[in-house]
């Protein structure tokens, strides 16, 4: 089980893009990421977060599953097209098998279920930056 310490060994180095349509959970979740990670762009729905994945250089995405324009699943598939090797991350209230067996297909790499369990969110967070070419040895 990861720790915040753990975590936080990230903080300068590693930017994310965090995807979510509903401005609390954006919010809520934006300040979450805050308090470990110093990069952090937002984006309130996939067509958004497309938009800025092709201008910009993120480590991970993390996004919501259930968006309007463009959802979790549509927004990996397009992600991966453009980079196989890019760490997406789906947060979703949705956790029955299939559905899982759906995103892994489309090239997600985890999931974090809502309501957001704070050490889930760690270990998550932690297992998928020390996954990132950057850190391997």
């Known amino acids: 089980m990861a720790g915040a310490k753990d975590l936080k060994a990230f903080s300068d180095s590693v930017h994310i893009l965090y995807v979510e349509d509903d401005e609390h959970l954006r919010k809520d979740t934006h300040r979450l990421l805050a308090t470990f990670f110093k990069q952090v762009t937002i984006a309130e729905n996939g067509r958004i977060a497309l938009e800025h994945y092709q201008t910009g250089s993120f480590d991970i995405v993390i996004s919501d599953y259930t968006m309007p324009e463009m959802n979790g699943q549509e927004l990996t598939k397009a992600i991966k097209d453009q980079d196989p090797e890019q760490m997406v991350i789906i947060l979703s209230a949705h956790d029955e098998y299939q559905y899982v067996e759906e995103l892994k297909a489309s090239g997600a790499n985890d999931f974090i ?25």
Request: proline share 8%.
């Open 113 to 137: 279920f809502k309501p957001l369990n704070i050490q889930q969110f760690i270990d998550t967070m932690v297992k998928a930056c020390k996954q990132l070419p950057k850190y391997q040895v």
